[in-house]
């Protein structure tokens, strides 16, 4: 019978030889580029592709609702312009019915949408569990002597809060305060093009400065993920380690090095949470403007007979449905997202986690053993910076039953 021979040198590598071809090497964690908002986004997306059409009626759902809203800013128009013009409002009747079989079929509208994203991103998060654990089983034994045991925790605890709130109703959210912008937009030119020009401008302003704020606030985000898993690994350590640390009386150092952790935890957090809040407030101020802006040029053409009154009533309406839903996009969703980018960078860093040692592309099924089993010379490291075997030669009759004992990593498998 034919001897294989494993040998390694002193790179953290990991070889398997497939039957009549050389070992294939994998080394090292591919670099996965830094998460930002948009790509974010994209990821979260991405995790709803299996459920298409389910999101294409939330979609149509959602759209039922907001158009609804619209439609109720317009009825005020009309019944201000006809209580102007003639101080009476024609079609009353069927104006009131209109809007109470439309609050009827809107408000349920949202409520089935409700339901299908809070059944459907639960679903999302547990197959994204599934997906990390299956493969958690994949990865080799040096993966786990290099990686802390706190950051993998941390990937299945704090990171996945992050993106189930972020798949979840802040996906809903975004999707209701983007598609409210949306549609009332070419309402508002409708009503008066010129009020919408300025508070198309005002609006792409808005968007220019949060550009330039939210990088620093993604990175700052995903520093801090990182020193909260670094956090978690240092407890779970002491806890496991309670035994020795009483032996030895080693109490009041493990408490100092705790607290430098908390320290360098809160400078970290103190700097994610300032920027966050940095591109929160910023947004507001702007929008505020925007407000006031909007108010004193619509009063002034109102003034000059550019706009009838009801007409500006609409208008504000309308704006100030934008404008809420800006800042709400402003100050719950884009902060909540930030924080949630440096989750998604360390799932995806995880994921993308190579598998040291994987078959050649023409590699074929090994027969079933016939004779003895015969082992030459085998050296074997999972890390390459000290042998978990070296030099061993065994032989296995055939018909033999043989345990293996020995601790973990110490080369059983």
């Known amino acids: 019978m034919r001897s294989t021979r494993l040998t390694m040198d002193d790179r953290p ?12 090497l994998h080394q090292g964690t591919p670099v996965v580029p830094p998460v930002t908002l948009l790509s ?18 939330i979609f149509l759902l959602m759209t039922t609702y ?59 998060l547990n197959q994204l569990r599934v997906r990390m654990f299956t493969h958690l089983q994949h990865l080799s034994q040096r993966f786990y ?20 709130r972020t798949a979840g109703h802040k996906s809903r959210e975004l999707m209701l305060d983007s598609l409210e912008i949306l549609y009332n937009f070419p309402v508002i030119f409708y009503l008066e093009w010129r009020l919408a020009c300025l508070a198309l401008v005002l ?32 407890l779970q350590e002491n806890v496991r380690a309670q035994a020795v640390i009483r032996a030895f009386g080693l109490e009041n150092q493990m408490l100092t090095r705790f607290e430098a952790q908390i320290r360098a935890l809160q400078g970290t957090g103190e700097t994610a949470s300032f920027l966050r809040a940095q591109v929160s407030l910023s947004a507001k101020a702007c929008l505020m403007i925007s407000r006031i802006t909007l108010i004193i040029v619509g009063a002034l053409f109102v003034t000059r007979g550019m706009m009838t009154i009801g007409s500006l009533i609409a208008f504000l309406a309308l704006i100030e449905l934008i ?71 065994m032989t296995i009759p055939a ?7 020995g601790p973990s990593g110490s080369g059983k498998s």
């Open 323 to 393: 404008n809420s839903s800006a800042d709400d996009l402003t100050r719950n969703i884009l902060p909540d997202f930030i924080a949630a980018t440096g989750g998604i960078q360390r799932i995806k860093e995880l994921l993308l986690e190579r598998l040291d040692a994987v078959d050649r592309a023409d590699a074929v099924a090994i027969p079933r053993l016939q004779g003895a089993i015969e082992v030459e010379s085998v050296s074997f490291s999972y890390t390459g910076e000290a042998h978990n075997l070296h030099e061993i030669d």
């Open 66 to 124: 907001l158009l609804f809203k619209t439609y109720v800013a317009l009825t005020g128009r009309t019944l201000i312009d006809s209580l102007q013009t003639t101080v009476k409002v024609e079609n009353l009747g069927p104006i009131l019915g209109t809007l109470a079989i439309g609050f009827f079929i809107a408000y349920g509208a949202r409520l089935r949408a409700e339901w299908l994203i809070a059944r459907h991103s639960i679903k999302i």
């Open 13 to 24: 590598q990991l070889a398997v030889v497939s039957q009549g071809g050389n070992p294939q």
């Open 145 to 164: 002597s290099r990686t802390p045991i706190g950051s993998i925790l941390a990937r299945f605890s704090g990171d996945l809060v992050e993106i189930e």
């Open 203 to 234: 609006l792409g302003f808005t968007v220019y400065l949060l550009s330039r704020f939210l990088p620093t606030a993604t990175t700052a985000s995903y520093q801090l993920k990182g020193d909260e898993a670094e956090l978690t690994n240092q």
């Open 399 to 405: 018909g033999t039953s043989v345990a293996f004992v």
């Open 40 to 57: 974010g986004v994209r990821y979260i997306l991405r995790l709803w592709q299996p459920y298409w059409l389910q999101a294409l009626l």
